[in-house]
Nanobody
């Protein structure tokens, strides 16, 4: 079992920045990849950024160049630095961890970007 807790959401004006954090606990050695997803009202959940155990990073086209995913292995924490935020980035952001036995999710944190 892996437990994930997100923090750092909030309300920000367009053009602003936020940093999300996701702390993992439990069977962290089983984690193969970490990722951030988001779900806007009326839309499907979509992957925003991911980082594999070996360090390979991928971004959605919509956020590439504006968002940065990183991790602190000592703290078992993954971050999502978000810059140049747009109203279209408004969503609930979820932390995800992939293991050999399954996928784990945090409860989500709301990000609201006002125009």
């Amino acid at each position: 079992q892996v437990q994930l807790v997100e923090s750092g959401g909030g309300v920000v004006q367009a053009g602003g920045s936020l940093r999300l954090s996701c702390a993992a606990s439990g069977n962290i050695f089983s984690i193969n990849a970490r990722a951030w997803y988001r779900q806007a009202p009326g839309k499907q959940r979509e992957v925003v950024a991911s980082i594999a155990r070996g360090g390979n990073i991928n971004y959605a086209d919509s956020v590439r160049g504006r968002f940065t995913i990183s991790r602190d292995n000592a703290k078992n924490t993954v971050y999502l630095q978000m810059k140049s935020l747009e109203p279209e980035d408004t969503a609930v952001y979820y932390c995800n961890a992939q293991t050999w036995s399954g996928s784990y999710w945090g409860k989500g944190t709301q990000v609201t970007v006002s125009s």
